[in-house]
Antibody, heavy 115, light 109 residues
Framework: QVQLVESGGGLVKPGGSLRLSCAAS????????MSWIRQAPGKGLEWVSY????????NYADSVKGRFTISRDNAKNSLYLQMNSLRAEDTAVYYC????????WGQGTLVTVSS | NFMLTQPHSVSESPGKTVTISCTRS????????VQWYQQRPGSAPTTVIY?????PSGVPDRFSGSIDSSSNSASLTISGLKTEDEADYYC????????FGGGTKLTVL
């Protein structure tokens, strides 16, 4: 069965950095685009970024462009999100999901940006 | 990029049918697949409809999806409502970037 497990969340000060990871299993990871999606407390879902199966294509929401970098390691079945210059408004649960259409989701990891 | 607009909330009684709309602001709704997700409080979203009208295994056939080019919108219809269907529902589509609707809170009372 498809499993996605995020890790790396936590409390960070404004301006700080954090790297999220997503461990995938139960499917051929290298065949799929992968996405990061976030949800601020009490708010709706916001698409953050996605990456093509071979890493040749990436795209980002305007709100994170230039600060966040998505990457993947197909040999390790892993997806990453490097988050720099974090702001209070980046506080959210971050989900990784399979495909541009996000057919399977992980349980999420909470990122809190606060001084 | 385009936006997807959903009603903020809908409510209906158990056993009835409810339809949640998702209207695309620009470009054709048929240009890109639409997905629908259910999110119960405290849980991650799960897919109830993908590629406009496909149901993942394990999702009851009470859930159905459609698109309407005349109104440039997608719809999620849930028939035979159960109290367990009470949740937030989000539509999503993508082209060069992903787009989510604002979500609809379904109350089954």
């Amino acid at each position: 069965q498809v499993q996605l497990v995020e890790s790396g969340g936590g409390l960070v000060k404004p301006g700080g950095s954090l790297r999220l990871s997503c461990a995938a299993s139960g499917f051929t990871f290298s065949d799929y685009y992968m996405s990061w999606i976030r949800q601020a407390p009490g708010k709706g879902l916001e698409w953050v970024s996605y990456i093509s199966s071979s890493s040749s294509y990436t795209n980002y929401a305007d709100s994170v462009k230039g600060r966040f970098t998505i990457s993947r390691d197909n040999a390790k079945n892993s997806l990453y999100l490097q988050m720099n210059s974090l702001r209070a408004e980046d506080t959210a649960v971050y989900y990784c999901a399979r495909g541009e259409g996000a057919d399977y989701w992980g349980q999420g990891t909470l990122v809190t940006v606060s001084s | 990029n385009f936006m997807l607009t959903q009603p903020h909330s809908v409510s209906e009684s158990p056993g009835k049918t409810v339809t949640i709309s998702c209207t695309r602001s620009s470009g054709s709704i048929a240009s890109n697949y639409v997905q629908w997700y259910q999110q119960r409080p405290g849980s991650a979203p799960t897919t109830v409809i993908y590629e406009d009208n496909q149901r993942p295994s394990g999702v009851p056939d009470r859930f159905s999806g459609s698109i309407d080019s005349s109104s440039n919108s997608a719809s999620l219809t849930i028939s035979g409502l159960k109290t367990e269907d009470e949740a937030d529902y989000y539509c999503q589509s993508y082209d060069s970037a992903g787009v989510f609707g604002g979500g609809t809170k379904l109350t089954v009372l």
